[in-house]
């Protein structure tokens, strides 16, 4: 991950990690509302309670909060992907904990907002695209191709690439659901319907895979 999604430590004192948190939630909901262009450091610091001071000793410029944010909302919603799970589950137990998940963060208010004000916004600045891609889309991506990897190891499942299965795997959860909801003529499964399709995607992926 690049370093700059990271606080930058100076000497002295460490950082204040309450503080950062709300500046990421307080950037979290102002990049969602207002979109990036209109949202200053300044309505950030007063969202969070701290000065604008206290927002550049923990995130250099913009870019890195909004960075740093993306990629604390995937965090927030795919625990299984960024830390370790119980390796002893069954393998379709694993894959079905990220499913659940994926769909949870791509189907979420929020992400179908930030995804549609990057569209919005990739056409007049390609490097804040880049930016997003890098903090949110890649990163699972990456992340998926690595957990892909351990599953291997299983002797239960054989890819010729993880990284092409991870692609294979995102993308069947995703599904139709996913692309009514970003063009706005859809609606939010309900329960059930959203553990079936999980649990159809698993089967298949699982099918394709395995040994």
Do not use: W
């Amino acid at each position: 991950m690049p370093n700059r999604l990271l606080p930058h430590s100076g000497p002295g004192r460490p950082k204040d990690l309450a503080k950062r948190q709300a500046i990421l939630d307080a950037a979290k909901n102002l990049f969602i509302r207002k979109g990036y262009v209109s949202t200053s450091m300044d309505a950030v610091a007063a969202e969070a309670g701290v000065s604008k001071l206290t927002v550049y000793s923990h995130f250099n410029d913009k870019e890195t909060l909004f960075s740093a944010a993306v990629v604390a909302r995937c965090e927030e919603q795919m625990p299984e992907l960024f830390f370790d799970q119980h390796s002893e589950l069954p393998v379709q137990t694993l894959l079905l904990n990220i499913a659940r998940s994926f769909q949870a963060l791509i189907n979420s208010p929020e992400s179908i907002e930030l995804h549609r004000l990057m569209v919005t916004l990739g056409t007049q600045d390609p490097a804040l695209s880049k930016i997003f891609f890098e903090a949110g889309p890649q990163r699972i991506l990456q992340e998926t191709e690595r957990f892909l990897g351990r599953l291997e190891k299983t002797g239960e499942l054989q890819f010729d690439s993880a990284r092409t299965a991870a692609e294979h795997f995102l993308s069947l959860i995703k599904g139709a659901c996913n692309f009514r909801l970003m063009v706005g003529c859809g609606e939010m499964p309900d329960a059930a319907s959203a553990e079936q399709h999980v649990r159809d995607v698993v089967e298949l992926f699982m099918r394709a895979y395995r040994i």
